[in-house]
């Protein structure tokens, strides 16, 4: 009887440490990236998270237990310019297709050779690029806060709610004033705006990733190399025709992404497609996990 219990005690402490988050460093690409992963490739289908500014995968952490509970292989990377060791100089080095290749790269890095893609942010925007440039790799696309590109581009051109609602992305087309004002009194501004919804835990490694070399300046290069841009960029993506399973859920209380860009994004979508709108912030994982959790879990219920 004894020997049974501990056998029980064992094989439950190896199911914990089965199931912990680990960082890893993962090169790809030609760069080494900060990973944070759960479970193994084998386990089951995969899972690739990809985050916003100003966050980093840890932002998926109890999104990724939670998916891992249910069978799930997840990683989520600190995309190019947030890990140390892949922040390139200049802003000629963060198009959104260099950082969509940087994804797919770490894919290949673990022998995944398809997986479903989840994204916030500019998580998000890279992966609506993901589908038109590596739809054979991706099973299925939910997308937190940030709609099709091509909706997008035409919102913040011709909208006026748009246009108003964007005017801190035609701010951080500035040099050097952006960074100086965001770090300024100890990351005041983005404690304010964008990290009030998350954990002591989470703050602080933001400022720590974001308090290192060069770090504001290239994850702010995203907006200085393709925000201007977005209309032709989308236009070369071949995503005028989505057809892979996708579902968007968007905070109806976002202050950074407004309806008009939201609704016009149906009419790209040539496949199973689902718009969740939630009463929730910009921040939906911090603000309605559960209720992004549900969506998420409908999603790939129809797609495992």
Known sequence: MRVLIIFILLSFSFQLMATEIKV????????????RTIGNPSDGPAIILLHGFPETSHMWE??????????????????????????????KNYTIQAIAKDIVAIADAKKITDFHLMGHDWGSAIGWAMLGLYPQRIKSWVALSVPHLSALGNAVKYDAKQKEMSSYARVFQLSFLPEAV?????FKRLKEACWYLSTPEQ?????????????????????????KKMIKIAEGLNIKEVKIPTTLIWGNKDTALGRKAIEDTKQYMKGAYELVELDASHWLIQDKPEEVWKAMDAHLAKYK
């Open 24 to 35: 890893e460093q993962i090169k790809a690409n030609d760069f080494e990236f900060t990973c």
């Open 62 to 91: 109890s999104t990724m237990q939670h998916l891992h509970e249910q069978g799930y292989y997840c990683i989520a990377p600190d995309m190019r310019g947030y890990s140390p060791n892949a922040r390139p100089k200049g802003i």
């Open 182 to 186: 965001l770090k300024a009194k100890d």
């Open 203 to 227: 703050v602080a490694v933001y400022k720590e990733v974001f308090g290192g070399k060069r770090a504001l300046t290239t994850c702010l290069h995203y907006y200085r190399k393709n925000w």
